[in-house]
Nanobody, 119 residues
C-alpha cells in the first residue's frame, strides 16, 4: 500500500505560480514512478506530468511543456510540481499518483488539492 497526500494548492492569479507537493508513505517510494493529473469540474482526470522512479526521465502533457516542472526527492519521499504562468483554464483538482511507469496506469492516488486560477 502507498499513501499519498498532496499539498500546496490555492488561489493564484493568471500568470502566477504555485508549487504542489506530494508526500508518499507506506512502502519503498523510490521504486515507483510518480505522476500528476488534474480534473476540472465536469471533465475527466487527465495526465499533466510524470517522472521515473529515479527522476531521470520526465514527461509532460503538451499543454504544460515549458511551464510546469515535475521533480522528486527520494530521500524525503516527496514529489513536486512547479507550475508557472498559470492559466484560468488550469483551474482543477490536482492529484498525485504512483505506479510502475510514468506513462502507464497508476495504482495509488492522493485525495487531491484544489488549484484555482483567477482571471
Amino acid at each position: 500500500q502507498v499513501q499519498l497526500v498532496e499539498s500546496g494548492g490555492g488561489l493564484v492569479q493568471t500568470g502566477g505560480s504555485l508549487k504542489l507537493s506530494c508526500a508518499a508513505s507506506g512502502r519503498t517510494f523510490s521504486s515507483d514512478a510518480m505522476g500528476w493529473f488534474r480534473q476540472a469540474p465536469g471533465k475527466e482526470r487527465v495526465f499533466v506530468a510524470g517522472i521515473s522512479y529515479n527522476g531521470e526521465r520526465t514527461y509532460y502533457a503538451d499543454s504544460v511543456k515549458g511551464r510546469f516542472t515535475i521533480s522528486r526527492d527520494n530521500a524525503k519521499n516527496l514529489v513536486y510540481l512547479q507550475m508557472n504562468s498559470l492559466k484560468a483554464e488550469e483551474t482543477a483538482v490536482y492529484y498525485c499518483g504512483a505506479g510502475p511507469r510514468p506513462l502507464g496506469s497508476y495504482d495509488y492516488w492522493g485525495q487531491g488539492t484544489q488549484v484555482t486560477v483567477s482571471s
